[in-house]
Every structure is written in C-alpha cells, then in structure tokens.
C-alpha cells in the first residue's frame, strides 16, 4: 500500500515514524509540510526526510506544495494530518476532497472538515467506492469509531458522554489537586504542547465541541452542525467552585454529552462524583457509550501525542488496507 503524508508538525512525524520502526508494509511516495513537499513513486526514504525537517525545517521541494501532492503523486491512501482549522476546515477540506474525487483513501486526524463537511466528505467516499476514516480525530488513542461502527454494531447507541479535551481536563486537576489558579494552570497545560495553537477552543468548549459533532455524525441518523451544539467552558471556572465540589466528595470535570432522542448536545462543567467512571486526571480522554444491548461501556486513554495519534492513524490504515486488499488484490 502506498501513502502520502500531508504535515510534517507532531502527528505526522509520529506517524511516518511509526511506519519506519513497525516495518508494516508500506511505502511512503509523498509528504509535504506547509512550504515544500517531496514526491517519489519508488518510495521515499523516511530516515531521509525527517532528518532534512529537523535540519532546514523543510521535508523536500520548495517549489513543491501539499496540492501537487494531492493531484501528482502515486499514492493509495491520503493522510491528511495539516493543523486543523475549525472555522473554514481548510486547506484540508480541498486537500480531501481532491483526493476522494481521484478514487484516493483518506485518513485524517484533521478536526475541521470532518465536522464541518461530514455529509459531503461521506457521500463523495462512497460515489467514488473509497474509504474516508477519521478515528485520531476524538479521542486520540482511543479506538472509539471503531467501537461505534464495528465493535457495537447491531446496538442503538443511546447516548454518548465524554471527557474529549485534554487540555482541559489537565486544568481541572491541577486546579483541583494543587490549589492553582485557572490561569497557572493554563500556562502549564500550554507548556505541554496539548492545547490547540488558541487556547481558547480549548478552555472554551470548542474543541471539545467539535469532537462531540464528529461522534453524534458517526453514531445519529440526523447530521449535526457545531452551531447546534450548546457550549459552556471552564474559562470562568473558580478555585472556590472545585473546593465546594470537594467537600461533596465531587469534583469537576467539561463534560460533552450527546443523547439524541431528548435533544441533547452539550458541552458543559458538570459536578461528578470522584468515583465516577469519567473522573480521570491529567490529560487522559473518557468516553462512556451507553446502548442498547450492550449497556454501559467506558474507554480512557490518551486523547494527545504524536505517536499516541499516530496509533489511531495506522489502526485506520491498515482497516483500509485489508478493505483495499479484497477491491484489489493483486495491488497490496
Ligand atoms: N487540544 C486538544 C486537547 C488536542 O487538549 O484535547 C487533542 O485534540
């Protein structure tokens, strides 16, 4: 199977890394980071590259751009991994559709076009009979689409209920177990390098948000829109409010939770118990599914990081792979 990789920030190192130590069967043709690309049909050499990134800040080609990428090089599988933006979802949303409308798998970990464009981003995948998955976008390490599509399959998904922001959830506990302001807490999660390039769609829901879009797309009939999601951060959360919480026995923690037959899609602070399945520290993701023949399930797990990312990308590849190898057998 060969790939081409656009972005060559965190996730997509991690992932061309990841490529190179696993020894997984697969040849990179194309990468490209936001000022040169390289291209080569015969396979590139991953080494190679990410030396040359670390070195000039460049992966190849000045006169090279992620779009000759798209359209130029020989590739099976997209992986789109450019940084995300929320409002317009682009360049990624062009650099996907170029791609599926070439009959090209997608792999994303880009949050923008897939909330943004879910219904055009599916329905040109299926016209043209391709893949387009997306499972590093919630939840980073945690395999939750593939629990929603094939591990639950069968089941009605009742509701959805998550703790989707790293960044967040590492200011409560450091408000909370240390005693730090809101604002300390910030600087540190922003030193950590989780929290998005503004932190505010971070602390103030939108990320999170965003996230919750992405899930209620893949397990509702009706499609959704951010605009339809009501969104409270932790912005104005005090320390005198995890204190009350504390004396309860609770603590706080952003909450997003999607329940499609009462209507509900929301991102707010809510007070849990400290017993409570969703209550986990630091940076780490929850996600509670709750069904109908399956109950109540409960995934955590790192919601950030390159390689972290990277595992849910290489998940999704390799799906793809086997999906690729029964269309055309004789090409993997
Ligand atoms: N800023 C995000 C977070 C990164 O803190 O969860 C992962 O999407």
Do not use: W
Not at 93 to 112: M, P
Not at 191 to 202: I, K
Not at 249 to 263: F, K, S, V
């Amino acid at each position: 199977m060969r790939v081409a990789v656009l972005g060559m920030g965190s996730v997509g190192r991690g992932v061309l890394q990841m490529i190179e130590e696993k020894d997984l069967g697969i040849s990179v043709t194309a990468v490209a980071d936001s000022r040169s690309a390289l291209i080569d049909k015969d396979g590139i050499s991953i080494d190679e590259v990410l030396e040359a990134k670390a070195k000039s800040g460049f992966c190849g080609d000045r006169s090279l751009t992620a779009m000759d990428v798209v359209k130029k090089a020989a590739y099976d599988v997209l992986i789109e991994v450019t940084p995300t933006n929320a409002d317009t979802g682009e360049p990624a949303l062009t650099h996907i559709l170029t791609a599926l409308e070439k009959g090209r798998h997608v792999v994303t970990s880009n949050k923008g076009p897939i909330s943004r464009e879910f219904s055009r981003i599916r329905s040109l995948a299926a016209a043209r009979g391709v893949q387009v998955r997306y499972e590093a976008t919630v939840g980073g390490a945690i395999p939750v689409m593939h629990m929603l599509e094939h591990g639950l399959a069968g089941n009605r998904v009742l509701a959805v209920f998550g703790v989707l922001n790293g960044t967040c959830n590492f200011i409560l506990t450091r408000m909370a177990a240390e005693g730090l302001t809101y604002e300390q807490a910030l600087l540190e999660a922003r030193e950590m390098g989780y929290a998005e390039a503004d932190p505010t769609y971070d602390v103030k829901g939108i990320d999170p948000a965003v996230k919750l879009v992405i899930l209620a797309n893949t397990f509702c009939r009706k499609p959704v829109t951010l605009e339809d999601v009501e969104i409270t951060g932790i912005d104005l959360l005090t320390n005198d409010a995890l204190r009350l919480a504390e004396e309860q026995h609770c603590t706080i923690r952003l909450i997003a939770e999607a329940i499609p037959d009462r209507g509900i899609l929301r991102v707010a602070p809510r007070l849990l118990p400290l017993s409570h399945p969703l209550v986990v520290e630091g940076t780490l993701n929850a996600i509670t599914i709750e069904t109908d023949m399956a109950g109540e399930i409960t995934l955590i797990g790192k919601g950030a990081g390159s390689v972290e990312t990277a595992s849910a990308i290489i998940g999704d590849l390799l799906y793809i792979r086997n999906f690729h190898a029964e269309r055309h057998p004789k090409k993997t």
